[in-house]
């Protein structure tokens, strides 16, 4: 009977690879060009001498071929992890990749290298596409109006330099930093076969997302926008990958409006600034409430084989904050007055706070950094100068709504670290597109010390941590739990405690249908001195539900999806999802009512715009005064979770 069960398994993954094979060559993108023909052969013994030994090798799958099968993917991984035959780097990428890919090739008549390792660099040659490609006709006339990326600009981004040794980890790690999404749709690095014995060449493909445009994100609830902004941005500024833009950004209390430079490569030198100031406006009343500003000067981390970064960051906010529920602001009552007092909880609010740091690594295969620095923070609320309350209400209000007015002056050391192991997976939280997941353990903790003799208020220690372990399930899906611990103790207390834990599995393709994604998260917050609290429903889960409608120290929230795989339609990927979502949030988790709701939803990817989808869910909830039909309607950005 075993036997029989192993036969019927050992058939349904057979299946399930020809499913996926047929798949794979069903789907398109554009006109796939012939695969390039290889350059003419290297000079022979007497002419030139012998390059290093190589393993032999297979040659790569031409770009445009079918993907492979799920039995294949895991082997092909690891032989090129371990730099041997059957390395296959073709296949490991994602079908708008593998189709850019083929293009340049063709256009370039340019052939893989199919065993790079061990050989010396000789050029850099990049290739970078316009956004609409010539199977998104008519669409592609736009690309007159955008300014391309110069290829000098991608050139400077790679880190293995000419004369270098060929070295994989370099390689992928170049990849990594192209796929910006802001700049970047598709990014490919690969191995060129050349003319001469021993060396290799490098190829650069990407493809620009559209710059020169109206960027927005957004999204609706209940009929209204709980969020948008949208900024008249160049984001490809001169085709050196710099953004200059005039942003709006409007959530339910306010907007604010003012302009934002972003520049990660200043000068040529490594260096990232990012700034942006604006006025902020009440939605309601459309008053200047305040202000909003940022300045950011960095030296990162370059590459994981970098060893000091340095960087200094300033922000200040000068505003109404306010708490909703739906598309109310959530009211108070105070406990020692008769009646429901109906006080809207908001109030005006000063914040400033000024970052010196520094950061020393050290790679190897377990990658390790110190940070250390210092934070100068400031934070006034007030209540409104109309507080409709009396003395009594004031009082009350102030202490328990309000969070803590404090100078706090600290200096902090932390530690961190991870295993530089990277997988890039597909059709998880975007379409085709390649997104970058650390796998391994991931490790930080932060100790902080505020004294009055350097300028705080306040003694006080911080303390804080986050840990993670991600692996790679079934190759294309992913498993990953995760916690965060954060800790204040003054006056031998522990106060404002915070604590969360994670769990997330995303299933492999099955049989090139969809995956399944799951997750539940809960987290905690006991001792709280600052008035605040967790909530859940509407853009925190449960679709079902109105925005903030469960509220307390407690939440616990889990979900389930089921995706499809993505569709190509003209220029977009399209795919479904139905979903199923449950928890809720309370003092304790003893007293949590559990509400549950279900619902469908449709997701439209334009890589040519954005790397996140387009989000359409219709969600019902299964309990509660607004239960069944006809449900909610969100619509917005990414994925649901």
């Known amino acids: 009977m075993r036997h029989g069960d192993g036969r019927s398994r050992a058939g349904w993954v057979v299946a399930a690879a020809a499913l996926c094979v047929l798949a794979g060559t069903a789907r398109a993108d554009e006109p796939a060009p012939e695969p ?170 990407t493809r620009d997302v559209w710059s020169l445009r109206l960027n927005s994100y957004w999204e609706v609830q209940a009929q209204t926008f709980t969020y948008l902004t949208f900024a008249l941005s160049e984001n490809n500024f001169l085709g050196w990958r710099k953004v200059a833009a005039m942003v709006f950004a409007m959530d339910l209390g306010q907007f604010v409006i003012g302009p934002e430079y972003i520049d990660k490569n200043m000068f040529g030198r490594k260096l990232t600034l990012k700034t942006k100031a604006a006025l902020v406006f009440g939605r309601k009343s459309g008053q200047v409430e305040g202000s909003v500003s940022s300045f950011d000067l960095s030296r990162p981390l370059w590459s994981l084989d970098s060893h000091w970064g340095a960087g200094i960051a300033w922000k200040q906010r000068y505003d109404i904050a306010r708490s909703y529920r739906g598309l109310g602001i959530r009211t108070y009552d105070a406990p020692e007055t008769p009646g429901d007092d109906m006080i809207p909880r908001e109030y005006r609010e000063r914040t400033f706070s000024l970052t010196t740091s520094g950061v020393r690594q050290w790679g190897g295969v377990i990658e390790q950094q110190l940070r250390f620095g210092h934070i100068l923070a400031l934070q006034r609320p007030v209540v409104l100068s109309d507080f409709p309350g009396d003395p009594v209400e004031r009082a009350a209000f102030e202490r328990d709504v309000l969070p803590r007015s404090e100078r706090s002056s600290q ?126 429903g509407g853009d925190s889960g449960l679709r079902g539900f109105i925005v903030g409608e469960f509220i307390g120290q407690r939440r616990l929230v889990g979900h389930l999806e089921v995706r499809t795989a993505p569709r190509h339609v003209w220029f977009t990927r399209v795919g479904g999802v139905a979903f199923y979502d449950v928890g809720g949030a309370a003092d304790t988790l003893r007293d949590m009512p559990i509400h549950q709701d279900v619902g469908v939803g449709l997701r439209i990817l334009v890589p040519q715009t954005s790397p996140e989808p387009l989000r359409f869910d219709w969600a019902i909830g299964l309990d509660g005064a607004n239960r069944g039909f006809p449900g909610r309607f969100i619509a917005g950005y990414r994925q649901g979770f």
């Open 36 to 205: 390039a023909p290889a350059p003419a052969p290297p000079p022979t013994a007497a002419e030139s001498p012998a390059p290093p030994a190589q393993p032999a090798a297979s040659p790569p799958s031409a770009p445009d071929a079918p993907a492979p099968a799920p039995l294949d993917i895991k082997a092909i991984r690891d032989a090129c992890e371990a730099e041997k035959p059957g390395c296959d780097p073709v296949m490991l990428l994602g079908g708008l990749e593998r189709r850019t890919l083929a293009r340049a090739l063709a256009e370039r008549n340019l052939a893989l290298d199919p065993a790079p390792w061990g050989k010396r660099l000789r050029n850099i040659h990049v290739d970078n596409f316009a956004v609409f490609a010539p199977g998104d006709r008519p669409l592609d006339l736009l690309n007159a109006f955008h300014r391309t990326t110069r290829e000098a600009a991608i050139e400077r981004e790679v880190l293995l330099r000419p004369g270098q040794p060929w070295r994989q980890r370099l390689v992928d790690e170049t990849a990594r930093k192209l796929r910006d999404p802001i700049y970047t749709s598709v990014a490919v690095v690969v191995p060129i076969l050349t003319d001469e014995p021993g060396t290799v060449d490098l190829l650069v493909v």
């Open 411 to 536: 200096v902090f050391v932390g530690y961190a670290a991870f295993t530089p192991r990277y997988h890039a997976f597909h059709d998880v939280d975007t379409f085709e597109l390649a997104e970058d997941t650390q796998l391994g353990p991931n490790l930080s903790m932060t100790a902080g010390l505020a004294r009055g003799e350097i300028g705080s208020e306040r003694d006080f220690v911080a303390l804080a941590a986050n840990a993670s372990y991600t692996v790679a399930f079934g190759d294309d899906g992913v498993a990953k739990i995760s916690g965060t611990t954060d800790h204040r103790l003054e006056g031998g207390k522990a106060i404002d405690n915070y604590a969360t834990a994670d769990a997330r599995l995303v299933t492999p393709n099955l049989f090139c249908i969809g995956r399944v994604v799951a997750e539940v998260e809960v987290a905690t917050r006991w001792a709280e001195s600052q008035n605040r609290f967790l909530s859940a």
